[in-house]
């Protein structure tokens, strides 16, 4: 288990052992590779991050994922493998599911909703970005994106 204070000011505990946690995640964040590239969107707002969002109550996490990336890239996936798990220790708490996927295709014209599409990045892209979401800068995602790279010889994009 991974501990740390997020840039919000709220505890967070990060698990890559699973079910580690009593409470069940309803939030799901996906990190997906095209042509070897990282798949990320730009919120009008925050900035870059890595696609995510809430589950629908009709469908399993695997689907939120696969929709959430789809609704803010234009992405369609395959591999959703799950990953980690972790949980925000706000009013009320929340867990959200890791999945790690490749990218199988990019549609250009499909509907964007609050964000401004795909965004491809290099890793050393990716760790010299000035724009990134809040989301992006504290230490439990440089811990997730050190797992993907641990498992990078196992995940074929």
């Given at each position: ?34 042509e ?35 609704e ?19 009013n ?66």
């Open positions: 288990m991974f501990s740390y204070t997020d840039l919000n000011g709220h505890g967070v505990d990060l698990s890559f052992k699973k079910d580690a946690f009593a409470l069940e995640p309803t939030h799901v964040l996906v990190l997906a590779k095209y070897g590239r990282w798949l990320l969107t730009k919120h009008r707002e925050r900035g870059y991050e890595f696609p995510g969002g809430k589950q629908e109550t009709s469908e399993t996490l695997i689907e939120a994922a696969a929709r959430e990336v789809y803010e890239t234009g992405a369609h996936l395959e591999q959703i493998t799950w990953l980690a798990t972790y949980v925000v220790q706000q009320p708490p929340f867990g959200k599911a890791v999945y790690i996927a490749n990218v199988t295709s990019l549609e250009s014209d499909y509907k964007k909703h609050e964000t401004e599409g795909a965004i491809l990045m290099t890793d050393d892209e990716l760790l010299n970005c000035q724009q990134l979401s809040f989301h992006m800068q504290d230490s439990g995602m440089k811990k997730m994106i050190e797992k993907v790279s641990e498992l990078e010889d196992k995940w074929h994009d």
